[in-house]
């Protein structure tokens, strides 16, 4: 089955304590990215990524890190989170000019809570 | 810049009709993208527009004027399973980059 897996789908962390977000796609998609959610905001992009070792900023980068090693994978750190980045996060792919007729394909998404 | 607008609440009837609209700026964006999102879950694909005019798919369908910078989407015999947030987002110029509203909160009362 074509999907986007992401992990975890909750977690909860405290202050400072670095972590990471696993993003995975079968798809042979060159374009991923990462949006985080939150009410009254909408979908925001954190970073995004052409294609391997291909990575650049979104609108909202400040606090997080990627990278793209291989094609299909495309985690997402936090070196040293803070309660403002407590978010949904949706990790998603898209096949060159795909994203065109399709858009994205979304991961399930991951709930965080930095205490 | 590349503002979208779009209401954030709606409600409306079972069985009845309900358009979405959704503004944008002209300049910049490559097509026009409809996604549906149930609290909490994943945005799923409804629909997408890159010409003028109105394309259907069963009870949904989308409408776009690019020289108005304006489009909606037009729910037809409202189901209760469609009350859910409604997300119109703009494909920008030669990348591959979504840019999304704050999405339509859609309730549907029976």
């Known amino acids: 089955e074509a999907q986007v897996t992401q992990n975890p789908r909750y977690l909860i962390t405290v202050t400072g304590k670095k972590l990471t977000v696993t993003c995975s796609q079968n798809?042979?998609?060159?374009?991923m990215s990462w949006y985080r959610q939150d009410p009254g905001l909408g979908l925001r992009q954190i970073y995004y990524s052409m294609n391997v070792e291909v990575t650049d900023k979104g609108d909202v980068p400040e606090g997080y890190k990627v990278s793209r090693k291989e094609k299909r994978n495309f985690p997402l750190i936090l070196e040293s989170p803070s309660p403002n980045q407590t978010s949904l996060y949706f990790c998603?792919?898209?096949?060159?000019?795909?994203?065109?007729?399709?858009?994205?394909?979304f991961g399930s998404g991951t709930r965080l809570t930095v205490v | 810049g590349q503002n979208i607008d779009q209401p954030t609440e709606m409600t409306a009837t079972e069985g009845a009709i309900v358009q979405i609209n959704c503004t944008y700026q002209t300049s910049g964006f490559n097509g026009l993208f409809w996604y549906q999102q149930h609290a909490g879950e994943a945005p799923t694909f409804l629909s997408y527009?890159?010409?003028?005019g109105l394309e259907e798919k069963g009870r949904f369908s989308s409408f776009l004027s690019r020289s108005k910078g304006y489009s909606y989407l037009l729910l037809k015999e409202l189901q209760m399973k469609d009350s859910a947030s409604y997300l119109c987002a703009g494909l920008s110029y030669n990348t591959d980059k979504l840019i999304f509203g704050t999405g339509t909160r859609l309730q549907v009362f029976p």
């Open positions: 527009n890159v010409l003028d």
């Open positions: 798809m042979n998609h060159e374009y």
């Open positions: 998603a792919s898209s096949g060159r000019g795909q994203g065109r007729n399709y858009g994205y394909t």
